[in-house]
């Protein structure tokens, strides 16, 4: 009889977990994916066999291609708040190893620059993956960039410092710090990394804001930035009120004086 009372109470409790677990499903697939913050020009994902446009505010999934074209350029975000930017004629897989979470990207070729949230000083440890090198994340700011088709990797560091070790056989690994940056080779040892000048970085640092706004400015709702446009060469009264400014006409020359002795 104590049997028979005990059971219900029991059954109970493992429904209501059963339940939590299966509500809690979609949501641990929505963290694992990338939302886009921000899409200019040619970006899709390759998924069902073609590609497919993405726009301010899709998903990207694990194991999926984001592919840009000339003009293209996107700003993703994962559930820590790590983002990551895909330049023009880039394609990269957004975690091909679902189960690791440290997967974070598979550059194929192109450029990428990741930033990397530490919350609460806790590590947050990410890997990059390129043709040849695998670069371990233990800091916040770094650009990858997969130059052409042997896989040459060129990686740089903005902020905190990263761990690049080559895919070649016995190959040892590289700390960068900031300002530091190493290009790898195919089936080659590591390359001397090298440190960029405060006036290179000042330079690349100048040259990367203004595309940055030149992009945003195209993807507003106000469309590319325009030319201004000139001022005409019309009289003082259709002038008055335009907020350019006219030229007044050159003055007469004066006239040539008399011959002597006139």
Same mark, same amino acid.
Do not use: C
């Given at each position: 009889m104590?049997?028979?009372?005990?059971?219900?109470?029991?059954?109970?409790p493992?429904?209501?977990a059963?339940?939590?677990?299966?509500?809690?499903?979609?949501?641990?697939?929505q963290?694992?994916?990338?939302?886009?913050?921000?899409?200019?020009?040619?970006?899709?994902?390759?998924?069902?066999?073609?590609?497919?446009?993405?726009?301010?505010?899709?998903?990207?999934?694990?194991?999926?291609?984001?592919?840009t074209?000339?003009?293209?350029?996107?700003?993703?975000?994962? #559930?820590?708040?790590? #983002?990551?930017?895909?330049?023009? *004629?880039?394609?990269?897989?957004?975690?091909?190893?679902?189960?690791?979470?440290?997967?974070?990207?598979?550059?194929?070729?192109?450029?990428?620059?990741?930033?990397?949230?530490?919350? *609460?000083?806790?590590?947050?440890? *990410?890997?990059?993956?390129?043709?040849?090198a695998?670069?371990?994340?233990?800091?916040?700011?770094?650009?990858?960039?997969?130059?052409?088709?042997? !896989?040459?990797?060129?990686? #740089?560091?903005?902020?905190?410092?990263?761990a690049?070790?080559?895919?070649?056989?016995?190959? !040892?690994e590289?700390?960068?710090r900031?300002?530091?940056?190493?290009?790898?080779?195919?089936?080659?040892?590591?390359?001397?990394?090298m440190?960029?000048s405060?006036?290179?970085?000042?330079?690349?640092?100048a040259?990367?804001?203004?595309?940055r706004v030149?992009l945003?400015?195209?993807?507003?709702?106000?469309?590319?930035v325009?030319?201004p446009?000139?001022?005409?060469?019309?009289?003082?009264?259709?002038?008055?009120?335009?907020?350019?400014?006219?030229?007044?006409?050159?003055p007469? #020359?004066?006239?040539?004086?008399?011959p002597?002795?006139?």
């Amino acid at each position: 009889m104590l049997w028979r009372m005990t059971l219900p109470g029991m059954v109970r409790p493992l429904l209501v977990a059963a339940a939590v677990v299966v509500s809690l499903a979609p949501l641990q697939a929505q963290d694992t994916a990338a939302k886009a913050l921000v899409i200019n020009g040619n970006v899709s994902v390759l998924r069902d066999g073609g590609p497919w446009a993405l726009f301010e505010g899709n998903t990207v999934r694990p194991k999926q291609i984001i592919k840009t074209g000339a003009d293209g350029y996107a700003r993703f975000q994962v #559930s820590d708040g790590s #983002s990551f930017e895909v330049f023009s *004629n880039s394609q990269v897989i957004f975690r091909d190893n679902p189960p690791s979470w440290k997967d974070l990207l598979d550059l194929v070729i192109g450029r990428v620059k990741v930033y990397i949230q530490h919350l *609460n000083g806790v590590p947050n440890p *990410n890997n990059v993956n390129s043709p040849t090198a695998v670069i371990s994340v233990r800091g916040t700011v770094f650009e990858v960039v997969v130059e052409d088709e042997d !896989g040459t990797t060129f990686v #740089s560091v903005d902020e905190g410092m990263v761990a690049v070790r080559s895919k070649a056989p016995a190959s !040892g690994e590289v700390l960068l710090r900031e300002a530091e940056s190493i290009r790898v080779f195919k089936n080659q040892p590591l390359a001397q990394k090298m440190d960029k000048s405060p006036i290179v970085r000042g330079v690349l640092g100048a040259i990367q804001d203004a595309a940055r706004v030149i992009l945003q400015r195209q993807g507003g709702a106000g469309g590319p930035v325009g030319t201004p446009t000139s001022t005409g060469t019309g009289g003082a009264q259709g002038d008055k009120g335009k907020g350019g400014t006219t030229t007044a006409p050159a003055p007469p #020359s004066a006239p040539p004086p008399p011959p002597p002795g006139g």
